[in-house]
């Protein structure tokens, strides 16, 4: 099946969405309320960093902080995605894989006709980006990823989804984990937003399509950060 080009265009955006999380920056610092602890008492969050140059402030500049501190973390994770099948162009699910200095996004579309599958690689500076059609060959390509981690202009995709509008935050439980939700308002299209701890996403949310934790791990062999084809 043949998908139009906005459709492409609109589940291509939630896709850089998602992946705004491997960002890595690491300037200034912001303490946020975090979950509770066993007594139902507020536990204090973890120092977070907030880049800086994003114009943000509040709790726009927590949820940036927290997203940009995951990259710093090892872990592995599952989501199940739902929505619009006009928008997903079929059934669509999403791994992630990350360590410091290392990150994976893998995605898998099926219309019934044909399954695509991509890989998205960022290694130091170096990005690489693949897709498998059904049962055929890896193909991989390099992609610009410079210093200090904004693969294909990531952090600037997850700012214009931030600057300039009004962001509320509240404790939450999702999939039976502790989490922060954002909920980001104003613009054409409202999100939510709930990482964990870590600043790993458990949830992204609009009206359209939902991305939810299914299982997280930290079991990240190195091999996992091996693109399956050559790199052209």
């Not at 399954?115 to 980006?129: H, K, L, P």
């Amino acid at each position: 099946m043949t998908h139009s080009k906005p459709q492409r265009k609109r589940f291509n955006r939630w896709v850089i969405i998602l992946l705004a999380m491997v960002v890595v920056v690491s300037i200034g610092a912001v303490a946020i309320p975090w979950g509770d602890d066993n007594n139902g008492n507020p536990k204090p969050s973890p120092t977070a960093t907030t880049p800086a140059n994003l114009g943000l402030s509040g709790s726009g500049a927590q949820l940036a902080s927290l997203l940009s501190g995951a990259r710093q973390h090892t872990f592995h994770a599952r989501y199940k995605v739902s929505g619009d099948p006009s928008l997903l162009g079929g059934t669509l699910s999403l791994e992630w894989w990350n360590k410091p200095n290392s990150s994976r996004v893998d995605t898998t579309r099926s219309d019934g006709n044909q399954t695509v599958r991509t890989a998205s690689f960022v290694n130091g500076g170096d990005g690489t980006n693949c897709q498998r059609i059904d049962e055929g060959d890896w193909t991989c390509q390099a992609f610009a990823a410079p210093a200090p981690g904004d693969p294909q202009g990531i952090i600037t995709s997850l700012t214009s989804q931030l600057a300039g509008r009004p962001v509320t935050v509240s404790n939450a439980k999702i999939s039976g984990r502790s989490a922060l939700c954002f909920h980001v308002g104003g613009g054409t299209e409202p999100i939510d937003v709930c990482v964990n701890v870590d600043g790993v996403m458990l949830r992204n949310a609009s009206s359209k399509i939902k991305y939810e934790i299914s299982s997280l791990d930290t079991n990240v062999p190195d091999a996992t950060f091996t693109p399956p084809a050559k790199v052209s």
